[in-house]
Each structure stands twice: as C-alpha cells, then as structure tokens.
C-alpha cells in the first residue's frame, strides 16, 4: 500500500526533481514563497537516486533556498553524502542568524577548538556555555584541545569576574577536577590580564 503523495515506483526521480524545479522557478517568478517540504522532496529525490552532483550544484547555485530546516536535512544525510556537512555549515552562516546551531554542529562532530573561534567571530565567547564546551573536549579524548579549552574559559572568568573561578551555576566541578588529574594545578589566569 502506498502512502497518499508518496511518489509511484514506476515514476523515476528525475521526472520528479524537472517538473518540481520547474514548479519552484515558477512560484519564484510570481513572488510565491517555496514550502520546504518542496525542497525536501527534491533533496530527497536526488539522494535515493544518488544524484549528489546535481544536489550539489542546486544548493551551491542557491536555487534551494537556505533555511534552517534545509540544513539539518543535509546534516541527517551525512551518511550518505558528506558534502551535506560544509554545505550545511554553509548554509547556517549565510543565513546569520543560526550562530548556536553551527557551535553545536561543531561540537558534536568534537570541533571544539573551530567551535570556540566561531564563537568568539561573532561575539559570542562571552556568553556561551563553558560546561557545554568542556564536555565535549573532555569527550573527545585529546589532552590539548581540552587544556586549550580550559584555558580559554578560565581566561574569560578572569576577565569577566576578576577571578578564574567557574561560579557555582555553571556545574564545572568535574571539569576542574579532570584539569587538575592530566595538568596539576590551576594557573592564576588574574597575573595574565594585567
């Protein structure tokens, strides 16, 4: 049994991906806002019948049009076509206004060190999450990313607090302690801002 609007076998994908492209140009020429499900429907088209150059060429071309929806259907087919993370990530940063889902596309692919100097291109460093950032250094098992890290937040306390500590609603305890167990000591990061 076939679902309603669920594309016939025998239609083959290409007819579907023309007459919805044209369908698209169409509303685009009279000022009719695209549904998303329209893009899915090509995007989806293109991937089952493993047209990822031509995927490709329709995201880079813009003739689908960014969107935050867009790009987290890209970032679920990574698996299938991995050019759908950059062009996803792409996608987030043209539209400028997805700065906390790109930080997060970065943490979960253990991008910490990118996640921070995105962070900090714009304006954000002193407002994200350090407990966020330290556990996804802490989870990707590289002793230098997460020192470099820690180090980047026990900076930004001292400039923000006067003082390297964590405050308390942060939940960085166990961070702290895992320093402290690779590295010894914290440093003072209050002599450094002088």
Known sequence: MRLPGAIPPSVSSKLVVGVVIE???SLGAVGVTVQHF???LVINALVRSRQFYQLHQLLQYHVLADSKPLACLLLSLVSVYS???QLSLDMLCRLNTAHDEIIEVLLSQHQVIPALRYARSVGLAETVSARKFLEAAMICGDSDVFY???????LRNAKLRGSSAFAKGEHCDMYVEHFKKLFGEIPDYTIQQT
Do not use: D, H, W
Not at 148 to 154: D, E, L
């Open 83 to 85: 050019a759908g993370k």
């Open 23 to 25: 369908y698209i140009r």
């Open 148 to 154: 470099s890290t820690f180090n980047f937040f026990g």
């Open 38 to 40: 329209l893009y899915e």
